[in-house]
């Protein structure tokens, strides 16, 4: 089945601790992203990666690192979690950029 | 900068009931717009992709519609299991990124 797998589904953590989400896809896509999604703003744009170790920027990139390795995994590292980086969020891929988008389950972070 | 803006927020409909849901933006130079659905807590799930004014797509009750300027989801006799929010997005030719709206949340009572 093909799918985007994101985990953890649900974290709670602290301020200041390093976490990293992993995102991992089984499409063979060159082109994954992540997006938060906050109430009254919708979906942004975090990072995204048009192949294996190329990646840029998107629209709030600000607090978090990405890298890409192996075409099929993604993983988002927040180095230091802040309380306004709480969120849900969501890893995507697609054929290549600009094309549909097929989303993971979500991750929904909480900073204490 | 490319801008999408849904309308309405939220939708009350009765089972049966048909209407409109619209998706106006602003792109230079459309390559795609993308009609999504999303569950509560759930990923949004791609519904159809539509790449120049006149094309139309439709999937079961559902119909997508494009104009230079907005998009219409039409849906025809909902039925309670159509409640979600469907979210509008766009990409241009300056880039790569799919720019959403804000979404219509959509309840279909019994």
């Known amino acids: 089945e093909a799918q985007v797998t994101q985990n953890p589904r649900y974290l709670i953590t602290v301020t200041g601790k390093k976490l990293t989400v992993t995102c991992s896809q089984n499409?063979?896509?060159?082109?994954m992203s992540w997006y938060r999604q906050d109430p009254g703003l919708g979906l942004r744009q975090i990072y995204y990666?048009?192949?294996?170790?190329?990646?840029d920027k998107g629209d709030v990139p600000e607090g978090y690192k990405v890298s890409r390795k192996e075409k099929r995994n993604f993983p988002l590292i927040l180095e230091s979690p802040s309380p306004n980086q709480t969120s849900l969020y969501f890893c995507?891929?697609?054929?290549?950029?600009?094309?549909?988008?097929?989303f993971g389950q979500g991750t929904r972070l909480t900073v204490v | 900068e490319d801008q999408v803006t849904q309308s309405p927020e939220a939708l009350r409909l009765q089972e049966g009931e048909s209407s409109s849901l619209n998706c106006s933006y602003t792109?230079?130079?459309?390559?795609?717009l993308f009609w999504y659905r999303q569950d509560p807590g759930k990923g949004p799930e791609f519904l159809f992709t539509?790449?120049?004014a006149g094309e139309e797509k439709e999937k079961e009750r559902l119909k997508a519609t494009l104009t230079k300027k907005e998009s219409f989801l039409h849906i025809t006799a909902p039925k309670p299991e159509d409640s979600a929010t469907y979210l509008c997005?766009?990409?241009?030719?300056?880039?790569?990124?799919?720019?959403f709206g804000g979404g219509t949340r959509l309840m279909v009572k019994p």
């Open positions: 499409m063979n896509h060159e082109y």
């Open positions: 997005a766009v990409v241009g030719n300056a880039g790569n990124m799919l720019t």
């Open positions: 539509l790449y120049s």
């Open positions: 990666s048009m192949n294996v170790e190329v990646t």
């Open positions: 792109v230079s130079g459309l390559r795609g």
């Open positions: 995507a891929s697609s054929h290549i950029g600009g094309t549909e988008a097929f």
